[in-house]
């Protein structure tokens, strides 16, 4: 019984040495894998374009404008200096058959392409409309939400939530064709 006591007391010293030594060999791998999957998403190909669309031939006939880059520019900073909404990005490297589009230098010379503005966008058969609201007051068309409301009204979506409150919605995710929302200007 004394041997078996003694043992396990060796034992349990032995474990809490060891404790020690496991929990640095735990942490070690841990930040070798934190560290892998940063590595990996450093390198991965963020804003790269289809090859489908690098081989298309120009889709715009009108002329086009050159931009030459400037120190701390990328393309979504180029695209809202000439078209006003920075998701037109993909438009400026296409046209420039840029294969990473996040790999641009400074002095570099783009073709900026004439863009048509969409006027409208169609999904699920309804039609929801881009144009700006200046008026204070707004009626509800099939297919708006506040969001788009927020965007056409302000410029600035997450001010949906001041459309909401002004109007005391309760359901802000609810609104009806027809509805007369104020807009706080």
Do not use: C
Request: proline share 2%; no cysteine; net charge neutral.
């Amino acid at each position: 019984m004394v041997v078996i006591i003694i043992n396990l007391k060796k034992t349990l010293k032995t474990i809490k040495l060891n404790e020690s030594t496991i929990s640095m060999v735990l942490g070690a791998i841990v930040v070798i894998i934190v560290g892998s999957l940063v590595i990996k998403f450093l390198r991965s190909d963020r804003g790269t374009i289809p090859t489908e669309l690098l081989n298309q031939g120009n889709s715009t006939v009108l002329t086009s404008k050159t931009h030459k880059v400037e120190k701390g520019e990328n393309l979504w900073v180029i695209a809202q200096k000439y078209y006003g909404d920075g998701f037109k990005w993909v438009d400026i490297a296409t046209e420039n058959k840029l294969a990473n589009a996040s790999i641009i230098e400074e002095g570099q010379e783009l073709t900026i392409p004439n863009v048509e503005s969409e006027k409208s966008i169609t999904t699920d058969n309804q039609v929801v409309s881009t144009d700006s609201i200046t008026s204070a007051t707004y009626e509800v068309v099939k297919g708006d939400n506040l969001w788009n409301i927020a965007v056409r009204a302000y410029g600035d979506g997450y001010k949906w939530v001041e459309i909401a409150r002004e109007n005391k919605l309760v359901n802000p995710n609810l609104i009806h064709s027809g509805n007369v929302l104020v807009l706080p200007r």
